[in-house]
């Protein structure tokens, strides 16, 4: 992780050198710098400045909504309109750790489970162990289970050239699942903190078992329609994008300078529970904000949803909860919310603990931006430098 965050990090926690999208990008934070000003209330103008200079950095197009209190602002740049529905990415292990722990709530199954009760024999293989791993762990990336998204095979034909000829291509859960078993784990259960996107996957496939229907229908009926989020959906395989909407681009490759090319439509299956979900600023706000003040779940899966470890002692202001991260910006405000990237996309929503103050963003780009800087403009009222 760099002092910067910006989408090209974001790519390079998750994927090895040469591939340049990421499905479900790994959380990446800046180190704090001094703490700036505290913004005037109800004034968006740096935020709108760091949409530009995303654009400028070469972004196609940003977009941002900010609620404070009662008032709310949408900011755009380039390609994008306020209204626009986007890939987010992994946001979507946000909604799958909220239905779990909903689940857990009313008895059906406990995240201190092993993940062997409910997926039998899925985990085994190479130093894997479904037997000594919880479906907490899964949750809060300690499971230490590899990441198909590492894998140099699946990069290549899923985030690389080979994109253009298989984005069309269904991937089930089982199927990625193997991918990561093919590996050695990153540690032993418990023993460290890896962001996994197995992980996720795998949590998509407990709900299914508990609920028998997929975890998808729970998210639609569990969060979409009681919330009336009515721009945000799970896409399964279908791969157009609904609108209004703008296109993503990729440049398919870590070369900066490499063609772009409209990523857009794409099968999110290789993504499933972990970053298929489709939303717009307006949605996620919405989520987080109700998520946050507890409107969602029950006080004790609220504590559990908000407990958080560290992520890296290069990073004590950064934790991670279930599904939901937390991280104290450099104005010393603490925000919660999850960032999440796929081909052509990098998204942001967070919320400060009150629920009172929330923004959501999104760049439709995943070679070059700073999301980060749009976080701390809207919350620290840090103007990006010239």
Not at 326 to 345: A, D
Request: charged share 20%.
């Amino acid at each position: 992780m760099t002092a910067v965050r910006t989408t090209r990090t974001v790519l390079a926690a998750v994927l090895a050198a040469g591939v340049a999208a990421t499905a479900l990008a790994a959380p990446a934070f800046a180190a704090a710098p001094a703490a700036p000003a505290a913004p005037v209330k109800g004034d968006h103008t740096a935020t709108q400045r760091a949409l530009q200079a995303a654009v400028d950095a070469g972004v196609p197009g940003a977009v941002a909504q900010a609620r404070d209190g009662r008032s709310s602002w949408t900011g755009t740049a380039g390609e994008r309109g306020g209204d626009d529905r986007f890939r987010v990415g992994s946001i979507t292990k946000t909604f799958t750790s909220t239905v779990l722990l909903q689940l857990q709530a009313e008895g059906r199954i406990d995240l201190d489970d092993p993940v062997e009760k409910w997926l039998p024999g899925v985990v085994k293989g190479n130093g894997h162990d479904g037997r000594k791993i919880t479906v907490r762990q899964l949750l809060n990336h300690t499971s230490g289970i590899y990441s198909y998204t590492s894998d140099p095979a699946f990069q290549q034909k899923v985030f690389g050239p080979g994109f253009l000829q298989h984005r069309y291509d269904t991937w089930t859960p089982g199927q990625l699942v193997s991918v990561a078993m093919a590996h050695q784990p990153d540690f032993a259960p418990g023993a460290g903190w890896n962001y996994s996107n197995t992980n996720f996957v795998l949590a998509g496939m407990v709900i299914e078992k508990v609920t028998g229907r997929s975890y998808g229908k729970a998210v639609e009926n569990r969060i979409i329609k009681p919330l009336k989020l009515r721009s945000t959906s799970v896409p399964g395989t279908r791969s157009a994008m609904p609108r209004p909407s703008s296109p993503a681009y990729s440049t398919l490759s870590e070369d900066v300078n490499a063609p772009v090319h409209d990523v857009s439509t794409l099968n999110p299956s290789i993504a499933g529970a972990a970053g298929e979900m489709i939303s717009d600023a307006r949605d996620l706000q919405t989520f987080y904000r109700a998520l946050i003040t507890g409107k969602l779940l029950p006080k004790a899966e609220q504590r559990e949803l908000t407990t958080t470890i560290p992520v890296s002692a290069d990073l004590p202001d950064v934790g991670y909860g279930l599904g939901l991260m937390k991280q104290k910006l450099s104005c010393g405000k603490e925000v919660w919310g999850h960032g999440g990237g796929i081909h052509g996309s990098s998204s942001e929503a967070v919320v400060t603990k009150d629920g009172r103050h929330s923004l959501a963003m999104n760049l439709n780009a995943d070679w070059t931006g700073d999301s980060q800087a749009v976080l701390e403009a809207e919350f620290c009222g840090t103007a990006p430098k010239a």
